[in-house]
């Protein structure tokens, strides 16, 4: 991740890669996280949680790790189980319960810690690496879509923001990832070509959050891209008479319902 509103810490994620690493994970398909937890001297069940979406009970015989049954098969399920997994490996102090509640967000180190860890697990930094050169032919002709990150979320078996989240850490095209609700920016990340800077919190122009709208009204999220002024997305001062060219899906995995998900590229020239 080249610059966003906040970066994993780099132990977090070398250790998730480290972990699928031992666990022999060669292609997405075989990222198992009941290995994972096995292989921590716990085990990996789904039953009804009303507390929260997943849960750990550490005893001294070992770490049962729960996901609510609703999830089940999801890919937030996976990544619920892929947090959990996160508090096995990074957390041997912890008590003998956590209860986690992923989607509403946490500013406590620990969630994001595990959080990160997750979504590293389910996309290892090696497979992530073949997959990206396989898809050189198509990342080469059209750049990093929302249709490419869809295509990498369905093998990986992850959410559609964490699969843009890692594509955009990877590629050097002038791209930010940006989450909104309500036209008020949540998250972010950009690469390092991506020449404005995004605020935590900024409030769209209305036409920027219009278009955003009605982009998602039409479900046009793999049709034709929008052209915004920058301006409307940031304070930047270099943004004044620039364009963005946006994408726009529905968010989704548990997510507020009133989110989005925009990929903004700025235009050449
Ligand atoms: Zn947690």
Do not use: Y
């Not at 937890?37 to 849960?55: I, K, N, Q, Y």
């Not at 890919?75 to 509640?101: K, Q, T, Y």
């Amino acid at each position: 991740m080249r610059r966003s509103w906040r970066a994993p810490r780099p132990f977090v994620l070398e250790s998730a890669d480290a972990v699928a690493h031992q666990a022999l994970f060669r292609r997405p398909g075989e990222i198992d996280l009941a290995v994972v937890v096995a292989a921590h001297g716990g085990v990996l069940v789904h039953g009804r949680l009303d507390r929260g979406e997943g849960a750990m009970l550490r005893t001294p015989a070992g770490a049962v790790l729960t996901v609510d049954e609703r999830l089940e098969g999801t890919p937030h399920g996976l990544f619920i189980a892929a947090h959990e997994a996160g508090h096995l490996v990074l957390h041997p102090d912890v008590g003998l319960s956590a209860w986690c509640r992923v989607v509403s967000g946490s500013f406590f180190q620990r969630e994001i810690d595990a959080s990160d860890f997750g979504s590293r697990v389910l996309t290892p930094g090696p497979l992530v690496e073949a997959w990206l050169r396989a898809a050189e032919a198509t990342l080469g002709a059209h750049g990093l879509t929302l249709h490419v990150a869809r295509a990498f979320a369905d093998v990986f078996r992850v959410s559609l923001p964490v699969a843009l989240l890692r594509l955009v850490a990877r590629v050097e095209e002038p791209l930010a990832a940006v989450c909104t609700r309500e036209g008020v920016v949540r998250w972010w990340s950009a690469t390092n070509a991506f020449p404005f800077d995004l605020t935590m919190r900024f409030a769209l122009g209305r036409a920027a959050h219009a278009r955003t709208s009605e982009a998602l009204a039409r479900h046009v999220a793999h049709g034709e891209p929008e052209l915004v002024p920058a301006e409307a997305w940031t304070k930047h001062r270099r943004a004044r008479g620039a364009t963005l060219v946006e994408h726009s899906v529905r968010f989704e995995g548990g997510a507020p319902a009133d989110g989005a998900l925009t990929l903004l590229r700025a235009r050449a020239g």
